[in-house]
Nanobody, 125 residues
Framework: VQLQASGGGLVQPGGSLRLSCAASGFTLDYYTIGWLRQAPGKEREGVSCTSFSGGSTAYADSVKGRFTISRDNAKKTVYLQMNNLKPEDSAVYYC???????????????????WGQGTQVTVSS
């Protein structure tokens, strides 16, 4: 199982970024995938997740209305569109696959077994 996150960078407050998570080594169609983040000095927290079909999605309250998760199973990729970014969104963002099949709000890091390497998002003027 491999998950590779990309698309992070430096953006000004109010800006947008789209993160991508490329999956390999397993059939993406069958699995929930989540995005979680970790800021310096803070615990890793769930941001969003999408069920295997994409029919169910969930978001942490802090990003609801600003972030959108989507997936393209044919391209084996899960996306996180982040709009109206705030400085408090700055963190390393990870995509991960849980050991469970559901997608809960917010995603619980304890349920996630396989992790990508993370991509840094910095929101600053």
């Amino acid at each position: 199982v491999q998950l590779q996150a990309s698309g992070g960078g430096l953006v000004q407050p109010g800006g947008s970024l789209r993160l991508s998570c490329a999956a390999s080594g397993f059939t993406l169609d069958y699995y929930t995938i989540g995005w979680l983040r970790q800021a310096p000095g803070k615990e890793r927290e769930g941001v969003s997740c999408t069920s295997f079909s994409g029919g169910s999605t969930a978001y942490a309250d802090s990003v609801k209305g600003r972030f959108t998760i989507s997936r393209d199973n044919a391209k084996k990729t899960v996306y996180l569109q982040m709009n109206n970014l705030k400085p408090e969104d700055s963190a390393v963002y990870y995509c991960a696959r849980p050991s469970v099949h559901w997608c809960r709000a917010p995603p619980l890091k304890e349920e996630y077994t396989y992790w990508g390497q993370g991509t840094q998002v910095t929101v600053s003027s």
